[in-house]
């Protein structure tokens, strides 16, 4: 079996750098002593430098929230998927909620894709409804959304992407969508997969979930919701919360 992957979302956290290195090298210290889990944080860019280590740790790396689609030129305030890599980050977070709110577009979403795998780096594809109705017709939304982010990308790339499922509603809140739930959505989104890129890609690709999710309620959702790993905003950055979410989901058999 793989490893579950855990990934911390700092988003725009914390204020400084001396803090950001003091989380970063908790989560990597906690990260290397680990038999089933895999973590990555995703500091703002401004500290992925410093929070990128010197040699390798075995199971810790570090992604970025966000990357141009663009490859080369004249794009003030853009970072391109080879820099990225050029420095040793891992993954990519493309799609998140808050980055679609401030204007990123299924197209939009769907050109970061393809340059975070055109860069060989690993992209953590977030997708996931902004409220639900009783018609279900969120189910459609959502379909469509992730199809549309998936647009253009050719099939020998698709081993590098993992799905995030993050039901807007339940982001920054105090409950997560309960975990039977998550179950049904996980198979939802592989089923979606699946009809873009073919079964076996379906039955491959990694789907984790999002928002929410703290050190009391990770361990049910692996186990009940049986995703792939959780992506985790706040609580990433709260150490003694990150380190006992990624120690209880390590004990997971
Ligand atoms: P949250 O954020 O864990 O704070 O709900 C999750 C996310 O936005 O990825």
């Given at each position: ?6 990934v911390?979302?700092w988003?725009?956290n ?19 002593s680990?038999?089933?889990?895999e973590v990555v944080i ?6 992925v430098t410093?929070?990128?280590?010197r040699?390798?740790?075995s ?14 030129g004249?794009?003030?305030g ?10 040793g980050v891992s993954?990519?977070?493309?799609g998140?909620?808050e980055?679609?709110t401030?204007?990123?577009t ?6 970061r894709?393809?340059?975070t795998?055109?860069?060989s780096?690993?992209?953590?594809l ?6 639900r109705?009783?018609g ?7 379909k469509?959304?992730i ?9 020998d790339?698709?081993?590098?992407i ?10 920054g809140?105090?409950?997560p969508?309960?975990p039977e739930q ?9 089923k ?10 379906g ?8 928002g929410s999710?703290?050190?009391r ?8 919701g049986k995703v792939d ?7 990433s ?17």
């Amino acid at each position: 079996m793989s490893k579950r992957l855990i990934v911390g979302n700092w988003k725009m956290n914390p204020g400084t750098l001396a803090e950001a290195k003091k989380i970063a090298s908790k989560t990597k210290r906690i990260a290397s002593s680990l038999s089933k889990t895999e973590v990555v944080i995703c500091p703002p860019m401004s500290f992925v430098t410093a929070c990128i280590p010197r040699n390798k740790v075995s199971n810790f790396s570090v992604g970025a929230q966000t990357v141009s689609f663009e490859t080369e030129g004249a794009h003030t305030g853009e970072v391109t998927g080879n820099m990225l890599k050029d420095i040793g980050v891992s993954m990519v977070i493309v799609g998140h909620s808050e980055q679609r709110t401030a204007g990123d577009t299924d197209e939009i979403v769907s050109k970061r894709l393809l340059a975070t795998l055109s860069s060989s780096l690993t992209a953590i594809l977030c997708v996931g409804e902004n409220s639900r109705d009783e018609g279900g017709e969120y189910l459609e939304t959502l379909k469509n959304q992730i199809k549309n982010s998936l647009a253009n990308i050719p099939k020998d790339l698709v081993g590098k992407i993992i799905i995030a499922y993050e039901p807007v509603w339940a982001i920054g809140g105090s409950e997560p969508m309960n975990p039977e739930q998550i179950y049904e959505m996980s198979l939802f989104v592989k089923k979606i997969f699946a009809e873009v890129f073919g079964a076996d890609s379906g039955l491959k690709v990694k789907v984790l979930y999002g928002g929410s999710v703290n050190f009391r309620n990770a361990s049910d959702i692996i186990t009940i919701g049986k995703v792939d790993g959780l992506l985790v905003g706040r609580e990433s950055v709260n150490t003694p919360g990150f380190v006992e979410l990624i120690r209880s989901v390590d004990k997971i058999s």
